[in-house]
């Protein structure tokens, strides 16, 4: 089975490809921008984009929210973590919120998957803390800013294979494969 997966960001579907290769799953990957709802709930935007999507293509699909969530701050930017990390950049966020007793962050990954009739939702997420400044490169949003608890490299110095072992994407797209063979005997 192939699972069909939009999005904008090279990154992820790079990094969801070699995850789900290393599960047994085929991924195919369609480059597409979905406008996305502007809201600090991302169940509600991911629900939203997962419609999108499928207005678009007509067929079963996954789509994709990864954020960040500041434990002091409520769990902001969650949702708007885009919006947010365009605005402020690397260095300015580890300016405000980096370095302190208080810069506990999660970062989650929801995948939303849509089979036609309803929008399947799972979940990863792993705990982590913010340097005082941006380590490693920038090529990934903000990879560069997310130390995992039990590491101590960002998710950008750590390199790619490692990083897919351990992350909130990977959790997300097992409990999906998870799901997939569940209901589809594959």
Request: aromatic share 12%; with cysteine.
């Amino acid at each position: 089975m192939d699972i069909r997966f939009i999005s904008s960001n090279n990154f992820k579907v790079e990094e969801a490809a070699a995850i789900l290769t290393d599960l047994g799953v085929q991924m195919r990957p369609t480059i597409y921008k979905i406008a996305e709802l502007q809201t600090i709930d991302s169940v509600e935007l991911l629900r939203d984009k997962a419609l999108r999507a499928f207005r678009v293509f007509g067929r079963p699909l996954v789509v994709e929210h990864t954020g960040l969530y500041l434990e002091s701050m409520n769990g902001f930017p969650g949702g708007l973590t885009e919006v947010f990390w365009r605005t402020i950049g690397p260095e300015q966020f580890c300016q405000l919120f980096g370095g302190r007793p208080d810069s506990a962050i999660k970062a989650k990954t929801y995948i939303g998957y849509i089979d036609g009739f309803r929008i399947h939702i799972f979940e990863g997420e792993i705990d982590g803390r913010i340097p005082p400044e941006p380590r490693g490169d920038s090529d990934f949003a903000w990879n560069q800013v997310f130390i995992p608890d039990g590491y101590d490299e960002t998710f950008a110095e750590m390199g790619q294979q490692k990083k897919n072992e351990i992350s909130m994407r990977r959790t997300a797209l097992v409990k999906l494969v998870e799901h997939l063979r569940r209901v589809n005997s594959f």
